[in-house]
């Protein structure tokens, strides 16, 4: 069995774009491929051979924060990008050595800030209640999240969860918090949203009140930035006779 990280080949990606838009007329794609943007160099590929075809195509990925380059990332806007889905989970720079994450604090600021820079909207995903975190973790996760989510969808701030397999589950069964793999599915894991435990010792109805909070604060950010947007729209439609304008009733 071979093991280890083996990337698809460029062409083969491009002759599935090319099959899917001749076929199904498909135009708009999203690569979920957790590691499409693994290197500078193979994102450059991608992105070339993108620019290359003989129609126009939007797309979407998930991306990593080391890589985000305002350079790499306007190649990727003229190749068709439209959405960079980042996977942040704290912005504790201690929690994230724990997590081995291999980001730092500095480029999580300005790769948000560039993807924002390039025209891209980026997808920013946090989770609280890591070992070593607080309610002020929280709090800078709110007040991030309000600076630069472009609240193009609804972005909430999600519990820690320690899935089997995964070592924060080996911690919590450390800690005394999880007995098995059966007393997580059946005992604590109710749903994605809340606490499964505690890592924070503050205890999961106190944490609970503080998420509550929390993203009824972010849900508040969404609706006045999505009222400022149709708000804009309105006007540019009614006053300035914008004809791209397509209504109101999103579907």
Not at 9 to 14: K, N, T
Not at 23 to 33: A, K, L, R, T
């Amino acid at each position: 069995m071979r093991e280890g990280f083996y990337e698809r080949p460029v062409e083969a990606i491009i002759e599935e774009i090319k099959f899917l838009y001749r076929v199904y007329g498909i135009n708009h794609f999203q690569f979920s491929d957790e590691l499409l943007m693994s290197s500078v160099k193979r994102t450059e590929e991608v992105c070339s051979a993108i620019s290359q075809l003989p129609f126009k195509i939007k797309w979407d990925c998930n991306g990593r924060l080391n890589f985000a380059t305002s350079t790499l990332l306007r190649l990727m806007k003229t190749s068709g990008a439209q959405y960079i889905n980042y996977g942040i989970e704290s912005l504790n720079q201690k929690v994230l050595n724990q997590m081995g994450k291999g980001l730092t604090l500095n480029q999580i600021y300005s790769g948000v800030e560039a993807t924002l820079q390039s025209g891209l909207s980026p997808g920013l995903n946090l989770l609280w209640g890591f070992p070593g975190e607080g309610p002020e973790d929280l709090k800078e996760a709110v007040e991030f999240l309000k600076k630069y989510d472009t609240c193009d969808e609804l972005r909430t701030i999600r519990p820690v969860t320690p899935y089997p397999g995964c070592p924060l589950y080996r911690k919590a069964i450390d800690m005394g918090l999880i007995k098995d793999a059966e007393d997580f599915y059946e005992n604590k894991h109710k749903n994605s949203d809340l606490f499964t435990v505690d890592f924070m010792g503050m205890g999961i109805e106190e944490a609970h009140k503080h998420l509550y909070e929390a993203n009824l604060e972010l849900m508040h950010n969404y609706s006045f930035k999505n009222g400022l947007k149709n708000k804009r729209a309105a006007y540019k439609f009614y006053y300035e006779g914008d004809a791209n304008f397509r209504g109101f009733r999103a579907v």
